[in-house]
């Protein structure tokens, strides 16, 4: 073997062995360096301790409001619009006169018809008293049979026309009562569209009248979110009336609570969402029908972990927090929230109370980075949330995942 191939053979060998040697030094000293990160570069960064709350949790849902009752009145008969006994805004009382019609045309028509009534009863007793006729002389054997049956025939006749004639009178008598419009219930008058003078016809708008000692919130919740609800109310049970409130256009919360009255029977195919319905007392007619609004629902949630929004990044639509363990290292780590919070998370999954977890700066932090933690109380964050239900915790708006 010449000397070229001999150092050949050992070359390559002792190659592989050498980089393997400098691969293997290079990993045990990185791993060394980051054991031994001099304290300087270890950023001091905010930590908190992950505790337990009994939490108030409100839903909010968009509201639909209406009156307990809103309808529509409109001309029964045609006629000039002769009075106007209201205004619109006006509150009314059930039976209390809000339009005048002309009724001239439909006193005529009673006339008529209590004539055409007088006539008839008049052919009817005569008719009678034919037949009485009739019958003595078909007893004597005077005349024949047929002519009772004759007389018979015509009494019968005239009181179907008596029938009818009554029945005319008790139209014409409805039609003149369709005159006077009156208000069905006590409520509030809508807008008035006719002015006095105006052609009214069957059907037309006169006014709406609204119903709004109390109003209706219809609104729509999820699948998961109705379950949810039944759980925490039984054999549909109402929630407390404390528990349900509203919120208004403007922001501003309504004054008087409501309750939750019915629940529809079936989910609708297309959003996989289902209707309750809320009443709320209205004794100072502030709501109206058709306003809009947010119902809001309250839930206590005992033991719920909380969790800094601050605290929280996202990798591929996944959320993560960086845990520190007994060392102060840098851990990645994923959970799955429940419900966010205004300013927190309520997880669900993938953290347990007692995780410390970097409050602020997790931007600059790497897993397995060494830090040096700044500890932050957890009851300074949860501090500026108003204090209310019985559990003391946390009172925050819930938007469910």
Avoid: W
């Amino acid at each position: 073997m010449s000397v070229s191939a001999l150092f050949r053979s050992f070359s390559l060998p002792l190659a592989a062995a050498a980089l393997s040697a400098l691969l293997a030094g290079c990993s045990a000293k990185g791993e060394t360096e980051a054991a031994q990160q001099p304290a300087a570069e270890q950023p001091t960064l905010p930590v908190t301790q992950l505790v337990t709350k009994d939490t108030v949790l409100y839903r909010k849902y968009v509201a639909d409001i209406q009156a307990l009752r809103n309808v529509e009145l409109r001309g029964r008969v045609p006629g000039f619009l002769e009075h106007i006994h209201v205004d619109e805004g006006q509150s009314v009382k059930a039976g209390q006169l809000l339009f005048s019609i002309n009724d001239a045309p439909f006193r005529t028509q009673i006339s008529k018809a209590q004539a055409a009534l007088a006539s008839a009863q008049a052919e009817t007793r005569v008719a009678e008293l034919e037949v009485k006729q009739v019958t003595m002389l078909v007893e004597k054997n005077i005349v024949s049979s047929t002519e009772l049956e004759v007389a018979k025939a015509k009494l019968k006749a005239a009181q179907s026309h008596v029938a009818q004639a009554s029945s005319a009178l008790a139209s014409a008598r409805l039609n003149l009562s369709y005159t006077q419009v009156r208000a069905p219930f006590d409520g509030i008058i809508d807008r008035i569209p006719l002015k006095v003078g105006s052609l009214v016809d069957d059907g037309t708008l006169l006014t709406t009248v609204s119903d709004i000692r109390a109003v209706y919130a219809y609104f729509t919740v999820s699948e998961g979110e109705y379950l949810d609800y039944m759980k925490r109310h039984p054999r549909g049970s109402a929630a407390p009336a404390d528990d349900v409130h509203l919120i208004l256009a403007d922001g501003s919360s309504y004054p008087h609570a409501g309750r939750i009255e019915t629940v529809e029977s079936e989910f609708d195919a297309n959003t996989g969402s289902i209707a309750f319905r809320a009443r709320f007392e209205n004794p100072g007619r502030l709501l109206k029908h058709g306003a809009t609004g947010r119902v809001q629902l309250a839930s206590e949630v005992d033991n719920a972990l909380l969790l800094p929004q601050k605290a929280v990044f996202e990798l591929q639509d996944k959320n993560y927090v960086f845990v520190v363990d007994k060392n102060n290292r840098l851990h990645q780590q994923h959970f799955v929230p429940r419900t966010r919070l205004s300013h927190f998370y309520l997880v669900e999954s993938g953290l347990q109370p007692g995780d410390r977890v970097v409050y602020e700066g997790v931007q600059d932090a790497r897993d397995g980075m060494l830090i040096r933690p700044q500890p932050i109380g957890m009851d300074s964050l949860l501090a500026p949330a108003p204090s209310r239900g019985n559990g003391g915790g946390p009172v925050a708006t819930a938007h469910a995942f």
